[in-house]
């Protein structure tokens, strides 16, 4: 069993940078894929970005694209999301996951986070 950690999130203004932080502990997680959702007050969580079990393949969702990127270091057991050009509608929890498989349904992914909170104010 896997624990994942997220941190760094916090409160920035519109066009700011925020870098995201997963920790994995329990065993490796050089074998599975990873990636960030995010959920927003009243909203259902949605996909963000995931990132295959090399690093060598990525897949954003549109509304990220070209403003976040997501590396991870298997050796360290971590997943960043580099977060820029910070808009308001980007607030919400943000959540590490591990899966299976490289897909942007949450319920493929098996293991969570508890969430760190990035809120952009305009």
């Known amino acids: 069993q896997v624990q994942l950690v997220e941190s760094g999130g916090g409160l920035v203004q519109t066009g700011d940078s925020l870098r995201l932080s997963c920790a994995a502990s329990?065993?490796?997680?050089?074998?599975?894929?990873m990636g960030w959702f995010r959920q927003a007050p009243g909203k259902e969580r949605e996909f963000v970005v995931a990132?295959?079990?090399?690093?060598?393949?990525?897949y954003y969702a549109d509304s990220v694209k070209g403003r976040f990127t997501i590396s991870r270091d298997n050796t360290k057991k971590t997943v960043v999301l580099q977060m820029n050009s910070l808009k308001p509608e980007d607030t919400a929890v943000y959540y590490c996951?591990?899966?299976?498989?490289?897909?942007?349904?949450?319920?493929?992914?098996?293991?969570w986070g508890q969430g760190t909170q990035v809120t952009v104010s305009s």
């Open positions: 996951a591990e899966g299976q498989r490289m897909t942007t349904r949450k319920v493929e992914y098996d293991y």
């Open positions: 329990g065993r490796t997680i050089s074998t599975y894929t």
């Open positions: 990132i295959s079990r090399s690093g060598l393949t990525t």
